[in-house]
């Protein structure tokens, strides 16, 4: 992979991290603040709503990370490693965590019985939202799977190809 390409794509996911850093510290939790402010019944939901989407962003970030370190193996050509499986599994584990914790709040948003301003667009949005989360990161993760067994494929034809070499 050309070194250009892999300087820009690490600057891709460096300011993605600080974007999703950003969206922790201030983004979530203004948000949260003024729906608060604007109707005063989602109160209660604040602070719970709010850690889930603060540890979803995180689960991100995790990922982010774990792909910055293949992207450097991929830059010192030792992406056929054994190494880079670790790798592969926290870009899983980060996904299957963040698709568990929109699933949950899918569910609750399912059964709990949110007070809403008008005529309940805002619960219904929500829960579409959140459920969608919830297939997009469950779609993810099973795509990362499907790629770790090609990557595993990889590895064993690059390591039998070394050793008739």
């Known amino acids: 992979m050309h070194r250009f390409l892999i300087a820009t794509l690490q600057v891709g996911i ?10 922790q510290c201030v983004v979530i939790p203004a948000t949260a ?18 850690a889930v989407a603060i540890a979803v962003v995180a689960c991100v970030q995790v990922a982010l990370v ?17 190494r880079a499986f670790r ?3 926290v870009i899983i584990g980060a996904s299957a965590v963040a ?15 949110i007070p809403s301003p008008e005529d309940g667009m805002d619960v219904v949005g929500a829960l579409a939202a ?6 997009v990161g469950a779609a993810f993760a099973m795509l ?22």
Not at 72 to 77: F, Q, S, Y
């Open 87 to 89: 790798w592969v599994d």
């Open 66 to 82: 774990a792909l910055w370190m293949l992207l450097t193996m991929v830059e010192r050509d030792a992406i056929f490693t054994q």
């Open 14 to 23: 460096g300011v993605a991290f600080l974007i999703g850093l950003f969206g």
């Open 144 to 165: 990362v799977v499907v790629m770790r067994g090609l990557l595993r494929k990889a590895t064993q034809l690059r390591t039998e190809m070394a050793e008739v070499i």
């Open 99 to 113: 698709t568990l914790l929109a699933l949950g709040v899918t569910g609750h948003l399912a059964v709990a019985e």
């Open 130 to 135: 959140t459920g969608a989360v919830a297939v």
């Open 33 to 50: 603040a003024d729906e608060v402010a604007g109707f005063p019944p989602y109160a209660p939901y604040a602070v719970p709503y709010s």
